[in-house]
């Protein structure tokens, strides 16, 4: 059974952590997506410099070969935006979001509490206006992120579950 899931959201949604731990209950390798960014683009997030869709893009069709290349995976990526997680399944169709839903106020309280993340809570406000949520036509579920983990994991696995395996 071929299991691609991207675990999505902004940044200080849970994104790593979920994805850890969803990986481990599924048997699936898991990959940050934050490894696979150039340097050039770390760099510039790293001096609170937001990204533009220009370095965006290559990066996207890196985490959407990623997924492609391995029958169970979760990928750890933001993937704010609609037509970001369309560039993500013209590469990896079958995939499968899961959104971490987390209010704004919390995500800041995340951000500043986080150590030895590039990262810099100066940009949560370009992360959080770029946010498209899934929509209805999208192959996904919204997770509310303030809840323990594994009860995240419970509710996207029950959705993989109920959507059936990718066919891939």
Known sequence: MSIRIVVMGPSGSGKSTV??????????????????????SVDKMAAGIPLE?????PWLRVVGETLRAHERIV???SALRRRYRDAIRA??????FAELVVDRA????????RVD????????????????PLEEDERGVRVEATQEPAREVDAITAA?????????
Do not use: I, K, Y
Request: hydrophobic residues 45%.
């Open 53 to 57: 869709d220009e370095d965006r893009m």
């Open 19 to 40: 994805g850890r731990a969803l990986a481990e209950a599924l048997a699936a390798r898991f990959v940050d997506g934050d490894d696979l960014h150039p340097l050039t």
């Open 117 to 132: 993340h590039f990262m810099p809570a100066s940009l949560l406000d370009s992360q959080v206006a770029a946010l498209e």
């Open 106 to 113: 919390v995500l800041a309280e995340r951000m500043r509490s």
């Open 91 to 96: 590469e990896a169709p079958e995939a499968f």
């Open 75 to 77: 990928v750890a990526c």
């Open 160 to 168: 993989v579950l109920r959507r059936g395996p990718s066919e891939g």
